[in-house]
């Protein structure tokens, strides 16, 4: 079992930024890749970003490439998402989630653990 708990959401206007964090505790975090996923109002929760065990694989959804940064802190069991230049389009629940699997998944069926989610809003 993994408890992951999200923060560094809120209300930010277009262009700036935000560093949003999910600390996990349980199970060993290091047996774990880790993903961020958004859900827009009336819109389904879609992939934003994922991360190795290691750290040094990350992928990025066309959305995220660019403007987003992926990281991990496996000494503090926290992963980061850094957004920048950010759009109203970008406004969102986001969540962070882990993966046991070896396999990269890019949909929400191939996590395990979901946090409950922080809000960004993005004002124009």
């Known amino acids: 079992q993994v408890q992951l708990v999200e923060s560094g959401g809120g209300l930010v206007q277009a262009g700036g930024s935000v560093r949003l964090s999910c600390a996990a505790s349980?199970?060993?975090?290091?047996?774990?890749?880790m993903g961020w996923f958004r859900q827009a109002p009336g819109k389904e929760r879609e992939f934003v970003t994922r991360i190795s065990r290691s750290g040094d694989v990350i992928n990025y959804a066309d959305s995220a490439k660019g403007r987003f940064t992926m990281s991990r802190d496996n000494a503090k069991n926290t992963v980061y998402l850094q957004m920048n230049s950010l759009k109203p389009e970008d406004t969102a629940v986001y969540y962070c989630?882990?993966?046991?699997?070896?396999?990269?998944?890019?949909?929400?069926?191939?996590?395990?653990?979901w946090g409950q989610g922080t809000q960004v809003t993005v004002s124009s």
């Open positions: 989630a882990a993966d046991q699997s070896l396999v990269v998944h890019t949909t929400i069926r191939g996590y395990d653990y």
């Open positions: 349980g199970r060993t975090f290091l047996g774990y890749a």
